[in-house]
C-alpha cells in the first residue's frame, strides 16, 4: 500500500508557464516532506522542503504548498525552464523519528523550448 | 570538496555471485542509507544505519545485507538469494536528527 502517491507520471510543459507537481500522502503521521530532482543515471538532489507548522515554502523559482486536511502537496515552479526537465520525487517522513523517508513513484516533467 | 561518492557506476555480475557496492561519504553524516530504484518506479529502503556498528532493515532487505564498520563507508552486498538485483542502486546519507538526506551518483547493477 503507497504512503505517497503521484498520480501523474509525466507532465509537459511550455518553457516560461508555471509547472505544477502533485503529490497526495496517507498516512496521517508524516509531518516533514521533501521535493527531490533526479536526472537520469544520477542520485536525486534535494530541492526544497516544508514542514507541518507551514503551509506554504519558497525557494527562488521553486515553492511547495501543503494542504494537511487534504493530505496533499505541490510544487510549483515558476518560470519554468528546459533544464528543469528530469523526474520529479516527492518523500514524507515523521519528523525527527528515525529520519526515514518514504518516497513517491515520480513524476517526468519535461520543458519544452 | 564533500560529497557521496559511489563506485562503480555500472556493474555487471553473473546469475548467482555475491557483489558488493561501495558508498563512502566525506559530510561527517552519522546516517546512511540504501535505496533501490526501477524503472518508473520510487525509491526503496534497503537498510540504514544511524550510528557506527548499528543497522536496520528497511522495506525490501531481504537478499541483501550491509556493515557499518566506519562512520564514513556503508557498504550493501547484493547475494544470490536476491531474486531481482537487476536495478540502480542510490546511497544516501544525513546528519542525525535531520530528515533531509543527500544522495551518491548512483550504481547500476544488471545481472547477466
Known amino acids: 500500500d503507497q504512503q505517497v502517491k503521484q498520480n501523474s507520471p509525466s507532465l509537459s510543459v511550455q518553457e516560461g508557464r508555471i509547472s505544477i507537481l502533485n503529490c497526495d500522502y496517507t498516512?496521517?503521521?508524516?509531518?516533514?516532506f521533501l521535493w527531490y530532482k533526479k536526472y537520469p543515471a544520477e542520485g536525486p538532489t534535494f530541492l526544497i522542503s516544508?514542514?507541518?507548522?507551514?503551509d506554504k515554502n519558497e525557494d527562488g523559482r521553486f515553492t511547495v504548498f501543503l494542504n494537511k486536511s487534504a493530505k496533499h502537496l505541490s510544487l510549483h515552479i515558476v518560470p519554468s525552464q528546459p533544464g528543469d526537465s528530469a523526474v520529479y520525487f516527492c518523500?514524507?517522513?515523521?519528523?525527527?523519528?528515525?529520519?526515514?523517508?518514504?518516497f513517491g513513484g515520480g513524476t517526468r516533467l519535461m520543458v519544452k523550448p | 570538496d564533500g560529497g557521496i561518492t559511489q563506485s562503480p557506476k555500472y556493474l555487471f555480475r553473473k546469475e548467482g555471485q555475491n557483489v558488493t557496492l561501495s558508498c563512502e561519504q566525506n559530510?561527517?553524516?552519522?546516517?546512511m542509507y540504501w535505496y533501490r530504484q526501477d524503472p518508473g518506479q520510487g525509491l526503496r529502503l534497503i537498510y540504514y544505519?544511524?550510528?557506527?556498528?548499528?543497522?536496520q532493515k528497511g522495506d525490501i532487505a531481504e537478499g541483501y545485507s550491509v556493515s557499518r564498520e566506519k562512520k564514513e563507508s556503508f557498504p550493501l552486498t547484493v547475494t544470490s538469494a536476491q531474486k531481482n538485483p537487476t536495478a540502480f542502486y542510490l546511497c544516501?546519507?544525513?546528519?542525525?536528527?535531520?530528515?533531509?538526506?543527500?544522495f551518491g551518483p548512483g550504481t547500476r547493477l544488471t545481472v547477466l
Open positions: 544516501a546519507s544525513s546528519i542525525q536528527g535531520s530528515d533531509t538526506q543527500y
Open positions: 498516512n496521517s503521521m508524516f509531518d516533514y
Open positions: 516544508i514542514s507541518s507548522i507551514k
Open positions: 518523500a514524507a517522513s515523521v519528523y525527527n523519528a528515525g529520519n526515514m523517508l518514504t
Open positions: 559530510l561527517n553524516h552519522d546516517a
Open positions: 544505519s544511524q550510528i557506527v556498528n548499528d543497522f
